[in-house]
């Protein structure tokens, strides 16, 4: 798959544990919570992936951006992030954000689409938005 991938709001770090058990050539692991740093951490060593995973708060994020971004958080977070979630992945890469309860689903679509373009959606309490950006869009959308 050559590709990398960041799990934004990583919890236990499942989510790039699997990417790259699945493929991925590297996962960025980013939380906010001190615990979920130490248990992405873990978990990975457990997998097996550490050398290919990098787990860390929010103000460490730096480097090339990603191919694949997931994010598994609470539709007003993933509101208050756009720039910073925008700013994580290359143009003509995939985004998926979850844990969007039904009815702000709309709003984050909205707010993100002047550089995302969604594709699908599977509700169910919840929601998941899978979308992608143009290869010529901005992080900003510019």
């Known amino acids: 798959m050559d590709k990398t ?3 934004y709001g990583c919890g236990s770090g499942v989510l790039a544990i699997a990417a790259l058990k699945l493929g991925a050539a590297a996962a960025i692991a980013v939380d906010v919570d001190p615990r979920a740093v130490q248990a992405s ?3 990975a060593e ?3 992936v550490s050398e290919r995973m990098l787990v860390h708060f929010p103000d460490e994020a730096s480097g090339d951006p990603a191919d694949i971004l997931v994010a598994n958080i609470l539709a007003n977070e993933i509101l208050s992030l ?3 979630l925008s700013a994580l992945f290359r143009p003509g890469g995939f985004i998926l954000l979850t844990e969007i309860l039904n009815s702000p689903a709309a709003r ?3 707010t993100f689409m002047k550089q995302f373009q969604f594709h699908d959606r599977w509700q169910r ?3 998941l938005l899978i979308g992608g950006r ?3 869009s ?3 959308g510019d």
């Open 125 to 127: 309490e919840w929601c």
């Open 134 to 136: 143009s290869a010529v």
């Open 41 to 43: 951490n873990y978990n």
């Open 138 to 140: 901005s992080a900003y």
């Open 108 to 110: 984050v679509v909205e």
């Open 5 to 7: 991938v960041v799990d």
């Open 82 to 84: 756009r720039p910073t």
């Open 46 to 48: 457990r997998n097996g």
